[in-house]
Structure formats: structure tokens, C-alpha cells
């Protein structure tokens, strides 16, 4: 069976779209005998480019890996020219490592880094020939799991996954790899154990009650709720594969990539990463050396990326970029700062990796005005971003690119006008430079309320008040020295529905499916009239999920699980924003007592 699929998929490749997607057999790949072993599909519902660039995945697939008793193999979604053919010649989703069914593995986790992927989840269950509820799945079924930030919400999605694994993978998947091993129980008795387990979110163990007006009333459940997340403890003895896979293709993070610590303690209101990773925990100088030559070594990438969520906050940074760089002397490795903080200290970094190489440079002061910086809690002030910016331009950038959010909680048109004054402000600030002054690129991306962070009570502003404050500022700022760009406000509106809404949404999705939404975080693939259409044959009105505020009473549909940050300090977090107060960096200065404390250490 392996052979002939093989050979049907191998025909397939000479005409469909960069056929190297499809193969597997990379450097530092895994094949094993699977008989015996318990099989494991670590699924991507995107395309191998995206997908295997995921940090997480390539964690998870190495240590499950590295078990006897487990093959994990790797699914990433065929790209639509894939899919059609596969379609017509009637071939099933399969693994890049056997090329085996998807639907033969044991387990079949997918992972769900943000809503816009929810159709094509469903499009892998379909092309996999597992049934697409739940409900409908029966002993030989796989069980069909899901992790990732997407779970803190997991209802939109509680139809098609059997278990949400809620928090940190690497600490909870081998638990239940050994629970689905057992021959001695059936499936559902599998499920009904690991619902008891730390960390494992199992839909058809809650019932949801609803309101007349469509809002949730209360869950009942046969587990304790909400389900608790679970995180690594000791970030230092945690698992780190060192020897990871090298793609055949340029993925988009195409280099080796070293992950420094996990959370961002900043407090950002928008920000749902810096709520569910919390608390803070740093790997030593010592194993983030040695760590980083090994990956090197392994894998011969020409470019290592230190990874987190804030970089620079990593107390351990600079003797780390040191060693690094003088263990790479010879091999000329790069080493790389994928995210940078608004301040001197950062521009000086990159600067001292970049010396030879100016091309860009990334700073995200997220908003404009003073006023809006302190409702989201970005702790900078105009200063700094000018004093950051005359670093960039001391140091030889002549490039810069700007991230700033559009239709903020509390932002008024005003707020457009003051960013197009901080714009006049940079730009005239380079004029005093040598060459031909500055450029920037400006990416604009709609304010979306998440689930887990103080914003998660406000509504979303109307499409057309972001079209209008779009027009304010391109009438103000120079086109020949800043570039607008920003992202469809109809595909903000569709994740915030996703984020905010509950298990009602799934039928949604899948009528959007069936009328052919799939890949909808790609702008050329989204649907926005379909995905409404969608709502309307379902009886749902979205704009009740963005365009509606909440209150300290609302219950969320995400309540059944927790991230250990508590729904009172989100609410008072919001208060304190419309009183323009800070909240402190709780690693470098004091814990505002958000919750995580009554859990796990800090
Ligand atoms: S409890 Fe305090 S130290 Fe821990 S994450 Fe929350 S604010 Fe930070």
C-alpha cells in the first residue's frame, strides 16, 4: 500500500507547483520501521513552506522521535494545484516520511497557530478521509488533537478535535501518546482519562448552556474547568532538539533558530502571546552556547536566529551573541535578532551583527500618539522612538520599517494625525545625514480583541472608520518617504469573530468550507462574501462578536480553559488603561499579581 501511494503521489509531482513540498527525505529527517510503534501525524494546515519554519514542530517532531516506541511523521497541507490532483486521482492526505494515510496514524495532532486556518483544517480531515465531527469518529479512527496559541480558544473548533492540548506541547504529548498506546481500552475510554489530565481540553466532556439572546450561560462539565495549561518548568533541561531538520525549500525562517526564553512579561494589553506564555524563564548562558554551536554544527545553516518573543530582554544576550560569535568565526554564521525593542540598546545590537549588511531594520512602536502608547501599555515615549531612530541613522540604516496597529481601543482620528506627525519627525531628523535620507515602510495591521488580554472585552471599530483613518494619514504623510501598507480589514473582522466566538461557529466553518473557503490567511485565497454567506445560511449574525462590547459578566467561551492569568486583574487592566496607567515589566520590576503566581512559580 506504502509503494503504490508513493508511486501515484511521485506521478503527480512533475506538474504540480514546487514538488519538493511533497517529498520528505530532508537532512536530519526521520524514518523508522513503523511496526509497532505508535504513529503519530504531526499535521500543519498550511503549506511545508509555513509549516516547517514552526519551532514548535520541529520540538515536538524530534522528541517524539526520539522515543522507541513512537514514529512521528509529518503532514503539511497540499497547495491547491496539489490538492485538486490528489482530489482526481483519488489519493488521501498522506505523511511525508511514508507517505502513509494520515488517516492509518494513531494520533493526528494538527497545529493551529491562528484562526485563518480553521477551513483548512477541516479540508485536511476531509482529504485525509477522517470524518469531520467528533461525534462521528468510531474505534479505527485516528485521534485527532490540537495545539497551539489557537487553542486558548478552542471552541470555534470543538466539532472536528477529539483534544486540545492546552500550553506547553513537549510537556504533555508523551503522556498522552502512552494513555492512546493502551490496547486495553477503547477510544472513548482513552479520551474520558486524559480529560483528567492537566492540560487536556476534551470538548465532549462540556456541555454548553445558552442564553435566548445567544450568549453562554453556563458549561457543565464532568471535569473540574477550567482546564489549566502546562508549561515547562525548567526552560534549561527542557528538551531542545540540536539536530534539526534542514528543508530542500527556503521556508520563511530559512536558518537555525535557538530559542533564548519563553514569555514576554511587557504587559502590551493587545498582546495575547505576552498573556498566555507567561511567566518569563531563561535557559543559562552555558546551555544557549553550547546549544547554538550544536545546531550550527548539525546542520550547516549559515544563520542562526535567537528566538522569543522579546529578545532583548534576555539578561544573557550579550555574552551569548559573544560566544556565538566567536564560535562561528571561522564559518562566518550570522547570527540573527528576529524582533527588536524600541531602544538604543537594541539598535546597538543589531548594529554590532550587521555591520557589514545594512539593509533594513524593524522597530514596532505599534501607535502614534502618547495617549494611544499608554492605553496599550507600550512603555515608550516620542523621545525614545526619535533617540531610537537617531541611532538607526548613526549606525548607516537608510531603511526602516515601522509596525503600527490601526483601530486601537480608544483611538480617535486624532491619533492618525499625531502618527503622521511622528512620521514628519523621523523623516526630518535624517535630512541632517549623509545620502539620500530615509525611507519607510510602514505595515498598518487591524486591532483584533484576543482572548486571555484586557482587550478581550472591547469591540472592534467599523470598517469604514479604519478606511477614513487610513485616509487621514495618507493625505499627510510623503509618499516618496513613507509607504503605506496594510492588510484587509475584512480578514481583522473575520479573526476577531473566530477569536470571540464559541462552538456555535463551527458549522460556519464548515459551510464556508463547502463553499470553498481555504486558505483565508492568504489574500488572494479569502472569501470574505462566501464567509458571509456562510453566516447567513447559519442563522449567526457575526457582527454580534466584533462589534459588540463585553463586560466584567460576560462568560467567554474560551473560560474553559485558562492561561493562569485571571479574568479580574483583565478586567481592572482595562480600567487602568482608560486611566492611562502602566502596568511594570514583572521580570525587571514588580509583579502586578495578574494570577499566573497561584499556579506556577514566577
Ligand atoms: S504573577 Fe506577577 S510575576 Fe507572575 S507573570 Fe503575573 S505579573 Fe508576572
New binding site residues.
Given amino acids: 500500500m506504502i509503494d503504490t501511494l508513493r508511486a501515484r503521489v511521485e506521478a503527480l509531482l512533475p506538474w504540480v507547483d514546487r514538488p519538493a513540498r511533497y517529498i520528505g527525505g530532508e537532512f536530519n529527517s526521520v524514518t523508522k520501521d513503523p511496526a509497532g510503534k505508535l504513529r503519530f501525524a504531526f499535521c500543519f494546515p498550511d503549506v511545508y513552506e509555513i509549516g516547517q519554519s514552526h519551532m514548535g514542530g520541529v520540538i515536538l517532531y524530534h522528541l517524539l522521535n526520539e522515543q522507541e516506541g513512537i514514529f512521528c511523521e509529518r503532514a503539511f497541507l497540499p497547495w491547491v494545484d496539489m490538492e485538486q490532483a490528489m482530489r482526481r486521482e483519488a489519493i488521501p492526505w498522506f505523511t511525508l516520511e511514508t507517505c502513509s494515510p494520515v488517516k492509518e496514524m494513531d494520533i493526528v495532532g494538527f497545529t493551529l497557530p491562528y484562526e485563518m486556518l480553521y477551513t483548512n483544517v477541516v479540508n485536511g480531515l476531509d482529504l485525509a478521509g477522517i470524518p469531520l465531527h467528533r461525534w462521528e469518529r468510531s474505534e479505527g479512527d485516528p485521534i485527532v488533537i490540537a495545539g497551539g496559541p489557537g487553542t486558548y480558544n478552542p471552541e470555534p473548533v470543538s466539532d472536528f478535535i477529539d483534544l486540545f492540548v492546552i500550553g506547553e506541547a513537549e510537556e504533555l504529548v508523551l503522556e498522552i501518546c502512552s494513555v492512546v498506546a493502551r490496547k486495553d481500552i477503547s477510544r472513548a475510554e482513552k479520551l474520558e482519562l486524559l480529560s483528567r489530565v492537566q492540560g487536556c481540553y476534551v470538548p465532549a466532556t462540556v456541555e454548553v448552556k445558552w442564553r435566548e439572546d445567544g450568549s453562554i450561560d453556563a458549561f457543565q462539565s464532568q471535569v473540574p474547568l477550567p482546564v489549566m495549561k502546562r508549561i515547562v518548568a525548567d526552560v534549561d533541561k527542557a528538551y531542545f532538539p540540536t539536530k534539526p531538520l534542514v528543508p530542500f525549500l527556503q521556508v520563511v525562517h530559512d536558518r537555525a533558530n535557538l530559542e533564548v526564553h519563553r514569555?514576554c512579561?511587557h504587559?502590551c494589553r493587545y498582546c495575547q502571546a505576552g498573556m498566555l506564555y507567561?511567566?518569563?524563564r531563561e535557559k543559562s548562558l552555558e546551555t544557549l552556547t553550547r546549544q547554538g554551536e550544536e545546531v550550527i554544527r548539525n546542520t550547516g545553516f549559515q544563520e542562526i536566529g535567537l528566538s522569543s518573543l522579546n529578545t532583548p530582554d534576555n539578561t544573557q544576550l550579550v555574552p551569548l551573541i559573544k560566544n556565538l560569535t566567536k564560535a562561528f568565526e571561522e564559518k562566518k554564521v550570522a547570527v540573527g535578532l528576529p524582533s527588536l525593542r524600541v531602544d538604543s540598546f537594541s539598535v546597538g545590537l543589531a548594529d554590532s551583527l550587521n555591520k557589514a549588511k545594512k539593509t533594513q531594520i524593524t522597530l514596532a512602536p505599534e501607535a502614534g500618539s502618547q495617549r494611544l502608547r499608554d492605553i496599550i501599555n507600550k512603555n515608550i515615549s516620542e523621545e525614545q522612538i526619535l533617540n531610537t531612530v537617531k541611532s538607526v541613522l548613526d549606525a548607516g540604516w537608510r531603511e526602516m520599517k515601522l509596525y503600527f496597529m490601526l483601530g486601537l481601543p480608544g483611538e480617535t482620528d486624532d491619533d492618525l494625525v499625531e502618527m503622521a506627525e511622528l512620521f514628519k519627525k523621523i523623516v526630518a531628523l535624517s535630512k541632517g545625514y549623509p545620502g539620500r535620507g530615509l525611507f519607510i515602510t510602514t505595515t498598518l495591521s487591524s486591532f483584533v480583541p484576543k482572548p486571555h488580554t484586557p482587550f478581550q472585552f472591547v469591540k472592534q471599530f467599523p470598517r469604514d472608520v479604519l478606511e477614513r483613518r487610513i485616509r487621514i494619514l495618507r493625505e499627510r504623510v510623503d509618499p516618496h518617504r513613507v509607504k503605506l501598507r496594510w492588510r484587509e480589514f475584512e480578514l481583522g473582522e473575520l479573526e476577531a469573530i473566530f477569536s470571540l466566538g464559541g462552538r456555535e461557529l463551527g458549522k460556519v466553518v464548515e459551510r464556508a468550507w463547502r463553499l470553498g473557503c481555504k486558505f483565508d490567511g492568504w489574500s488572494d485565497h479569502f472569501k470574505y462574501d462566501l464567509w458571509m454567506q456562510a453566516f447567513q445560511e447559519c442563522g449567526i449574525d457575526s457582527g454580534r462578536y466584533c462589534y459588540t462590547d463585553k463586560t466584567a459578566e460576560t462568560i467567554f467561551p474560551w473560560e474553559v480553559v485558562s492561561c493562569?492569568?485571571d479574568k479580574d486583574w483583565l478586567w481592572r487592566d482595562l480600567q487602568a488603561a482608560w486611566n492611562r496607567k502602566s502596568i511594570p515589566n514583572?521580570?525587571f520590576d514588580k509583579?502586578?499579581?495578574?494570577?499566573?503566581?497561584e499556579t506556577?512559580d514566577?
Fill in positions: 514569555g512579561v504587559g507567561r511567566p518569563q493562569g492569568v514583572c521580570f509583579c502586578s499579581d495578574c494570577g499566573v503566581n506556577f514566577c
